[in-house]
């Protein structure tokens, strides 16, 4: 099995449930807390591992007691903490999200802290880890100069870039030229190409948008209709498989993680 790298956030997520979400001003009381760790990179490393992927995670936390959370996570799931850096000003991210159960509302801000705080020469050092895999996992919760660095590192030594782009932001045209394959769901493809996806047509010219750019692969995800694959030679529908539905929160997370366990592995 090949290693992949996952560049990526880590946040501790606070959640609690509540009857009815807060109105502004207003206080609830709410019924149930939970703390857990989350982040975008951090669920998808730990998720790739169980999916029996060789994973290493490269992140960042403070110097703080949330950073434990991080530590012990990746531990109990035996992903090496070597790569996850120590930030001595910005504190561990965290996520405060609150569930409402009447209103079916969620409320969460998402505070990045040492996630967006990665440093140059802190990817400079995790350099070796990125080239030694055989693929690069990234999003795009951390720091937007240092995640194109990270994948400038893996584009130059023919490591293959996976790139999940959620949340979704603006990118600088360059970042496209040598991504491996781009897995957008329909929102953020909407959002990146400038084209509204209604039909075959406008797959099709989503998918050219990314390709002229220089995105060698593109898989689009579709929610419950399944996934648009577009390669060089052939494009292709593939239906989602019909499950009973319990929580889609995470789909393109599980996704990104399955599809990625798979081609290290060996599989085209
Ligand atoms: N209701 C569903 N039934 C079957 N498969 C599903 C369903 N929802 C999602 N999937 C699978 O998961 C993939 C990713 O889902 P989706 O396009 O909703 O990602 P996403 O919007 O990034 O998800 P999220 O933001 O909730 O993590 C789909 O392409 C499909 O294969």
Redesign the pocket.
């Known amino acids: 099995m090949s290693k992949v790298t996952v560049f990526g956030s880590f946040v501790v997520d606070l959640m609690a449930r509540v009857t009815v979400t807060p109105k502004s001003g207003e206080t609830v009381k709410g019924s149930y807390f939970k703390m857990s760790a989350g982040g975008k990179g951090s669920n998808q490393a730990v998720a790739a591992k169980r999916a029996g992927a060789n994973v290493v995670m490269i992140t960042k936390v403070g110097q703080d007691n949330f950073k434990d959370i991080d530590l012990t996570s990746f531990e109990r799931e035996e992903i090496s903490t070597v790569f996850i850096f120590i930030d001595n000003e910005k504190p561990t991210g965290v996520a405060l999200i609150m569930v409402g159960e009447e209103d079916g509302q969620n409320i969460i801000t998402v505070v990045p802290g040492a996630s967006d705080n990665i440093l140059l020469e802190e990817v400079k050092k995790a350099k070796n880890e990125i080239i030694s895999g055989s693929h690069l996992l990234i999003q795009l919760e951390t720091n937007l100069d240092v995640t194109i660095e990270a994948i400038n590192i893996a584009k130059e030594n023919n490591v293959k870039v996976i790139l999940n782009p ?1 949340p979704v932001i603006n990118l600088p045209d360059a970042i496209y030229e040598g991504i491996y394959l781009i897995t957008p ?2 929102l953020e493809a909407e959002s990146l190409s400038g084209v509204k996806i209604n039909d075959e047509k406008s797959l099709i010219k989503t998918t050219n948008f990314f390709h002229e750019k220089g995105v060698e692969n593109v898989i689009i ?4 209709k ?2 648009y694959i577009s390669t060089k030679s052939e494009r292709v529908f593939v239906e ?4 009973e ?1 319990v929580d ?8 990104n993680v399955g599809l990625v366990a798979a081609l290290a592995s060996g599989r085209k």
């Open positions: 959620a769901n329909e995800t579709l929610g419950s399944g996934v989602a498989i019909e499950v539905v889609t929160t995470g789909a393109g997370d599980a996704f």
